[in-house]
Every structure is written in structure tokens, then in C-alpha cells.
């Protein structure tokens, strides 16, 4: 997780350059709280070290002197990067601007040119765009006709949009008539991002790649609901259309996927052409409240950028922690197999557990599916996980993990699958419950949750979990659903945090691997 002092939010314009990573974030430079926003910058050759350089793109001009929101960075012909943001102008309206490194040859792009054409796009009176919903435009692709093309986000009254734009020199842009998509009552689309994945195979490729071999994912941060939805479809390029499999206007907002189940927002993604992959980013907000967020002096974290493919069904997306945060990991414990029985908590001894990966797989005896719970009516399962939590019992879970538990368990934040039969199919929900997760009823408690497409009897039911002091990020099912909390525990901090493998089912689960690491710090504030 990546922690910088004073106010942190949105990832903007993640690339590789030259070997460099280079991460670029919405930052307040005077304060624990939004506001005086600012493109900080920094970078890493790992993606888990990372050394700041002054802000790359700060107020300065018309178009944006009341701000610099978020934006993308797109590698144009000849490996010449841009950035398009969004400015807030003089008139507090938003605008899109465009912005080149000063020196190609500095791999740290550590300084900005504004284009003397800002803002290259705006709202006007002939286009009738609401100059208070038009922000945070993508990556650019190329299409065939050799035009570039970006979306931004932005609302007609409850309808959330993605415009379209097309240029043929990414500073003279042309607003397309209708949108790449859009969708009633889904509110302001933010920080919309447009990708292709591969049908097979778990590579990232370009982003203008748009062949047979791809779908294409659409994601958006809706604004009305502070989560990141997205979609799978076809991107029919002569109509300059995005097809969903299954839209907004088909299904129920809370049964599109999200790529995270908790605290996860704004997030982007790029492709890594250096190892063929694409690398997703997202800023996991606090739980704490404002005021405590002043008095420690800091808000805002980075999860930790996730891999993401299309998995194999087509039917959704997979997420997994870069490979590179392995490099963290020291003082391994494993388990052999071993049967979790009802009631029992065991202990994971060997890990520092305020700073830990910890691997775990269960297996449910398939002469025991009899004794999961019957769910008779479809239920939200966000409201499931805090209705049937931790202490609540049943035939099969919950079972999974307590992390940040403090000795006597006042505190605990357990993540947790539970298994219900539902319409003669077993049903796995996952769940990250915060409601015992601090002693400070300042902190947001919700409790969050999905329910993971796993066949509990022929595949393998595993969890990842990742714990760094304030943050617990969970990915269950081999990374088909991600949980994101932020948890203040007030005991179980430092060395006086303990992590346990739990069953609180009235059945025995089989726990058939467990693998748990201590996480060494990774260094956030390197030099040069
Ligand atoms: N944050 C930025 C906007 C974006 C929002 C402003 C999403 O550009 O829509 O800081 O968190």
C-alpha cells in the first residue's frame, strides 16, 4: 500500500517509461482533507518502492487554476507521452487540458509543459455539455482510421455518460454525436477507463489493440454510489459503440461486478508493455473520521496495484497483486493439512500480524453440503455479510480469517466465506466484516460482501489476504472478488495484533494449504 502524507486520492496517468514507473495522484499539498488538488508524482522501478518528485502538474494557467483533476496519460507515435486532464477553470467550470513532458530523454519525466491550445476541450453552448459533469478523461486508442479517441465522463441529468472524442493530432478534438455508451439512473460516470483483455490468456495487451482475440471492459466510478462498476462487451469501432454482455439497463446496479467489494475508488489501469500485462490502480479511502484524519496528519492510501485479466468463463474479470510484492515477504510459515473444526480458532503464530500475506485454502466435504443453510430468499449480500457476521453460526461457515485481533478479542476484523444452498445450488458468500474491526465508533464499521462464483465441490475455496497496519485487502476465490477495508483497531495495533484461522460453523472445514509471510516495509519516501 502506498501512504503519503496529507490528503491522497485518485491514481492519475499510471505508465512505464523508459524502465520507470510513474504514478501520478489527485493531492492536497496543505492538508489531511480534499481540496488545493494537485497531480503529485511518483516513481518506482517495482511498483512497491516508490520515491516522490515535486507535483507534475499544479495550477497555473485559466484553464485550470482552480484545480487539476484527473486524467490519463496516453504513449503517442514516436514514445512521446501526454497527459489530458481536467482543469478547473476561472469560471469553476471543467475543461480538458493537455500537458507534455519538458525533456523526452528524462526518464523520470519530472517536468510538464502545458499546450498553449488549453483547454482542447470544453463545454459550450453547441455541444450542451454540463460544464459541472465533464471530467477525468482516459487513455487515448487508436483507431483504425488513424484517429485517437478518449471518453470522458460526465451526466444528463440522471443518465451517466462516457463522450466521446476523436482527434487526429490529440490536441484538435471533435466530440462524437453520441457516446461511446451510457446508461438511466447510474448518476455521474467518473474516472471512466476503456481496455481491451485478451478472450484467453492472462496478458495484458495495448490499449488500441481491437481484434478478434479481445473483449473490451468498460469501468466507471459512480459518483452516487463511491464504487467502481464495470463491464465486458464488444467495442464495435465503425459505430464507435460499446456493447455490453450484460449493461446497467439489464441488471440490477448491485448485480453488476465491481473490482472491489470495499474501499476501492476512481482506480486505472495501463498496460505494462515491459511485462505484458495490465496493472489496475485504485485509491482505498479512509474509514477514520475527518477529524482524526487531521489529527494524524494524513488520508488517502494506494491498495496495491493489482494484475487483471479476463478470466477464463468470460464472464468476469481476475485481480491479483502484482508478483512484485512477493519480494516483501519474509519468515514464511506453513501449514500442513488440517481440519478446522466447528468452534475452533487457531492461531497463526511466526508472522508479524499487523504487516502480513497470508494464503489459505478450504475445502467443504462434500457429505457435509447437507448441512448449508437455506437461504430462502434472495438477499443484497453486502446486507447478508452484516445480517449473518462473524458471530453468527450456520451448517457450513463462517470460516475464513481474524485479522488485527486483539488478545481478549475485543477487536477483530474477520474475513470469511459462509456457504448457503440457494434454489438447490450452493451458494459461497464472501465477506469482510468490520464491525468488531475498532473500539472507536468514530471509524465506519459497514461490513461488505459478494458472492463468489465458485463450485465449492470441485474447486478449491481460497483467500489471499494482505494486512498493512490500517488495511485489510482480500481476494477471494483466486482473485475473482477483491474486499478492500480500512480498519483503526485501538488495541490491536503493532505487536499486540494476532491473526487466527477460524470456523465459527457448527461443520468441520478442511484446511488444505496455509502459507503466511511478515511483509517487510516497503519504502515510499526513497531518494534519488
Ligand atoms: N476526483 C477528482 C475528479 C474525479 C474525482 C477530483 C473522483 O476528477 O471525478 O479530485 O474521485
Not at 505484458?276 to 496495491?304: F, M, P, Q, T, Y
Not at 452484516?386 to 488478545?407: E, R, Y
Not at 485487502?473 to 472478488?481: C, L, N, R, V, Y
Request: some cysteine; overall charge neutral.
Amino acid at each position: 500500500m502506498l501512504k503519503w502524507m496529507s490528503g491522497f486520492a485518485d491514481p492519475n496517468g499510471p505508465l512505464i517509461y523508459k524502465g520507470v514507473y510513474h504514478l501520478f495522484y489527485q493531492y492536497n499539498p496543505k492538508g489531511a482533507q480534499w481540496g488545493n488538488i494537485v497531480w503529485a508524482h511518483s516513481i518506482s522501478t517495482d511498483l512497491v518502492n516508490w520515491t516522490p518528485l515535486d507535483p507534475a502538474i499544479f495550477p497555473s494557467q485559466p484553464s485550470d487554476i482552480n484545480g487539476c483533476w484527473s486524467g490519463s496519460t496516453t504513449i503517442l507515435h514516436g514514445n512521446k507521452p501526454a497527459i489530458l486532464y481536467t482543469g478547473i477553470n476561472k469560471l469553476n467550470h471543467q475543461v480538458q487540458n493537455l500537458a507534455y513532458p519538458k525533456n523526452v530523454s528524462d526518464p523520470f519525466l519530472r517536468e510538464w509543459i502545458k499546450s498553449p491550445e488549453n483547454p482542447v476541450m470544453e463545454p459550450t453552448t453547441e455541444n450542451k455539455i454540463n460544464s459541472s459533469s465533464f471530467r477525468d478523461p482516459t487513455t487515448g486508442w487508436l483507431g483504425k482510421d488513424g484517429k485517437w479517441r478518449v471518453l470522458i465522463g460526465s451526466k444528463r441529468r440522471t443518465t451517466g455518460i462516457a463522450i466521446l472524442y476523436k482527434s487526429k493530432d490529440f490536441v484538435n478534438w471533435d466530440k462524437s454525436k453520441h457516446p461511446l455508451h451510457s446508461a438511466k439512473g447510474t448518476g455521474m460516470w467518473e474516472c471512466p477507463d476503456f481496455f481491451p483483455v485478451l478472450k484467453n490468456g492472462i496478458n495484458g495487451v495495448d490499449t488500441s489493440l481491437n481484434d478478434n482475440s479481445v473483449r473490451h471492459v468498460l469501468k466507471v466510478s459512480l459518483d452516487d454510489h463511491k464504487h467502481d462498476y464495470y463491464l465486458i462487451g464488444s467495442y464495435e469501432e465503425e459505430k464507435d459503440r460499446f456493447v455490453p454482455d450484460k449493461g446497467f439497463e439489464e441488471v440490477e446496479i448491485e448485480y453488476v461486478f465491481r473490482y472491489d467489494y470495499g474501499k476501492y475508488y476512481a482506480s486505472k489501469t495501463f498496460f505494462d508493455y515491459e511485462k505484458n500485462r495490465r496493472v489496475l490502480l485504485g485509491w482505498a479511502n479512509e474509514s477514520s473520521s475527518v477529524d482524526d484524519d487531521i489529527k494524524k496528519g494524513w488520508s488517502g492510501i494506494h491498495a496495491i496495484p493489482r494484475a487483471i485479466w479476463l478470466h477464463k468463463s468470460g464472464k468476469q474479470l481476475v485481480q491479483w497483486p502484482v508478483v512484485e510484492i512477493e519480494k516483501l515477504r519474509v519468515n514464511h510459515v506453513n501449514w500442513p493439512t488440517k481440519l478446522l473444526r466447528g468452534d475452533e480458532l487457531l492461531q497463526i503464530n511466526g508472522v508479524t500480524a499487523s504487516q502480513a500475506d497470508v494464503e489459505i485454502s478450504f475445502e467443504v466435504n462434500e457429505n457435509d453440503i447437507g448441512e448449508a443453510e437455506v437461504l430462502e430468499k434472495w438477499t443484497d449480500p453486502q446486507i447478508l455479510c452484516s445480517q449473518k457476521g462473524t458471530s453468527v453460526k450456520s451448517g457450513l461457515g463462517p470460516f475464513g480469517l481474524l485479522a488485527f485481533a486483539s488478545k481478549g478479542l475485543q477487536e477483530f476484523t474477520s474475513v470469511f466465506f459462509r456457504i448457503f444452498k440457494f434454489q438447490n445450488k450452493n451458494l459461497v458468500l464472501f465477506c469482510s466484516d468490520q464491525s468488531r474491526s475498532s473500539l472507536n465508533k468514530h471509524n465506519d464499521l459497514t461490513s461488505y460482501g459478494t458472492f463468489l462464483d465458485v463450485d465449492v465441490l470441485h474447486e478449491k475455496l481460497s483467500l489471499r489476504t494482505l494486512i498493512d497496519h490500517s488495511v485489510v485487502e482480500s481476494f477471494g476465490g483466486e482473485g475473482k472478488a477483491c474486499i478492500t477495508a480500512r480498519v483503526y483497531p485501538t488495541l490491536a495495533i503493532n505487536d499486540k495484533a494476532f491473526i487466527y484461522a477460524f470456523n465459527n460453523g457448527t461443520t468441520d472445514i478442511k484446511i488444505t494449504s496455509l502459507s503466511a509471510w511478515s511483509m517487510k516495509k516497503a519504502q515510499l519516501n526513497g531518494k534519488l
